[in-house]
């Protein structure tokens, strides 16, 4: 049995459904404990319990200790079967979240995945908004040889959330590589601007323009696509995620969250200034993949490598959590302004 201290680095929530999946994938054993030791209201909260749970759906595990507050679990793994799943926050709580909590043991079911989650946030603060996931996240890990998409039936936000998306998955266990060695020149700058409920605001359309304005102001021309969305109407709400292209395979991405009492101005300018902030050091990976990208680097054959802006304390979590369950080795050097991470054949 594979013994974590959810305490150790980060303590946050990362280490719950990193160690869950990993355990999933691996048909080991685990006990994890002290989970979310650092966070101002440790244990389990509604979107880590229905992680637990639905990983346990997934892989048909055993569970002990899966309850609301709980600092200490047991997860017992058998076998990863596929076909349709469902699951509910109950709460605001991240709905791409937890997609990237089960995408890894998706990716090594014997049928397709269907995860259909309902009553979550869609777009909330500390988390990837779900065009994040779309539009930067998938499309980089399509390249490693990951066929899953997502599609959204409802946006939504904090405080009600009563969103609802979809996550197929097919089997693909063989990973390729990834080696995003060069920046290379951008190529595009595109995005996708969305407001539900707030089309007479134009919030969407002005959160567009603001990002706009920034970017042309520093020699770009991007192209924001803005999206007036009527399927929630419990919870109003709006948020803008951009893609930068490089002509060598480069994807860097930034995302905002509208807010109440928030400028749509703001939100848009937010994002901009996030994407030029990666972009002023050309790296090949942006703060928010770097984390997100070290699980399938190492569950793929040969040697991968990326270059990231900031040494984040994810990054630094993801990296001692997967050495200590996969059988890997990472390396990390400072390159001038950037971080080389490298998971070693």
């Known amino acids: ?193 969305i407001c539900t409920f707030l089309g007479n605001k134009q919030v969407a359309a002005r959160q567009a323009k603001a990002a706009q304005d920034v970017l042309i102001q520093h020699g770009y021309k991007p192209g924001i696509d803005v999206f007036n969305d009527q399927s929630n109407p419990f919870q109003k709400g709006s948020s803008i995620v951009l893609r930068a292209d490089t002509d060598l395979g480069v994807i860097i991405g930034a995302d905002a969250i509208g807010q109440l009492g928030k400028l749509s101005e703001d939100v848009g300018r937010e994002a901009a200034q996030k994407l030029l902030a990666e972009l002023s050091v050309q790296p090949t990976v942006d703060v928010f993949l770097a984390d997100m990208l070290l699980p399938y680097m190492a569950l793929a054959e040969g040697e991968s490598t990326f270059f990231s802006r900031v040494l984040s304390e994810h990054v630094e979590s993801n990296i001692w959590l997967i050495e200590k369950m996969l059988n890997v080795k990472f390396a990390v050097k400072k390159v001038d302004k950037l971080y080389r991470i490298t998971k070693s054949n």
């Open 1 to 193: 049995m594979i013994e974590i201290d959810g305490s150790q680095k980060s303590g946050s929530g990362t280490i719950l459904r990193l160690s869950i999946a990993m355990s999933a994938i691996t048909n080991q054993p685990l006990h994890i404990t002290n989970i979310r030791q650092n966070r101002p209201q440790p244990g389990l909260k509604p979107q880590h319990l229905e992680a637990v749970l639905t990983a346990a759906k997934l892989s048909n595990a055993e569970v002990k200790g899966a309850t609301l507050g709980s600092k200490e679990i047991w997860f017992t793994p058998s076998k990863i079967e596929g076909g349709n799943f469902e699951a509910e926050i109950g709460t605001a709580g991240s709905i791409p979240m937890l997609f990237l909590a089960m995408l890894p043991i998706c990716m090594f079911a014997k049928q397709t995945v269907n995860l259909h989650i309902i009553k979550g946030g869609t777009d909330t603060l500390h988390a990837p908004t779900i065009n994040y996931m779309r539009l930067i996240f998938l499309p980089i890990l399509k390249k490693m040889g990951v066929e899953a998409e997502i599609s959204v039936e409802k946006y939504g936000y904090y405080p009600k959330g009563m969103g609802e998306a979809t996550m197929t998955v097919k089997p693909s266990p063989t990973l390729k590589p990834i080696k995003l060695e060069d920046y290379g020149k951008i190529k595009s700058i595109t995005g996708a601007s």
